[in-house]
T-cell receptor
């Protein structure tokens, strides 16, 4: 079947390098932001989130940076591994419990 | 994995037939959502529920209806399927557990083909 990864911007990195995936969000009133990872044939998986009162948050091998001035979000993955190959989505949310999703970036890790 | 299952996982149906997709959760989360995912469009919200018998429309609700008679089940119905409804459908839940209230957790998806 057709992959969700078709027609997406692609980031190709070497195994062991750091990856940076970027996202521009649309609503300056958004209060929280989430990064999801989606492997082929699976549902999106929660990676990390950040609230609007923060500009940086770290997890295990991942860091999310938020720049509210330019409405930009990034996900940094340290020491990228083949298992990190997937489509990565950012999502933004506000006063409601609804999220708005970006179209995603395909991360391809070369061995 | 969050306790979310979707059924069926794959379905092929003919134009004009009714189709019902089921989402079942074991997490007792308050909110449930139905999305569709198409190449180039990302995830788009069809309908969501904020409690038993409480539902509301999302951005692409035309041609779809939902029902939630129990906390654990959220049904999506295509009254008369069209080829434009060929897609992958995801259910998500939020509003409970140890995560933040807004974090959504997704099911494995249902691939629907309308011929």
């Amino acid at each position: 079947g057709e992959s969700v990864g078709l027609h997406l911007p692609t980031l190709s990195v070497q195994e062991g390098d750091n990856s940076i995936i970027n996202c521009a969000y649309s609503n300056s009133a958004s209060d929280y932001f989430i990064w999801y990872k989606q492997e082929s044939g699976k549902g999106p998986q929660f990676i990390i989130d950040i609230r609007s009162n923060m500009d940086k948050r770290q997890g295990q091998r991942v860091t999310v940076l938020l720049n509210k001035t330019v409405k930009h979000l990034s996900l940094q993955i340290a020491a990228t591994q083949p298992g990190d190959s997937a489509v990565y989505f950012c999502a933004e949310g506000g006063a409601t419990n609804k999220l708005i999703f970006g179209t995603g970036t395909l991360l391809a890790v070369q061995p | 994995d969050a306790g979310i299952t979707q059924s069926p996982r794959h379905k092929v149906t003919e134009t004009g037939t009714p189709v019902t997709l089921r989402c079942h959760q074991t997490e007792n989360h308050r909110y449930m959502y139905w999305y569709r995912q198409d190449p180039g469009h990302g995830l788009r919200l069809i309908h969501y529920s904020y409690g038993v018998k409480d539902t509301d429309k999302g951005e692409v609700s035309d041609g779809y209806s939902v029902s939630r008679s129990k906390t654990e089940d959220f049904l999506l119905t295509l009254e008369s399927a069209t080829s434009s409804q060929t897609s992958v459908y995801f259910c998500a839940i939020s509003g409970g557990g140890q995560g933040a209230f807004y974090e959504q957790y997704f099911g494995p998806g249902t691939r629907l083909t309308v011929t």
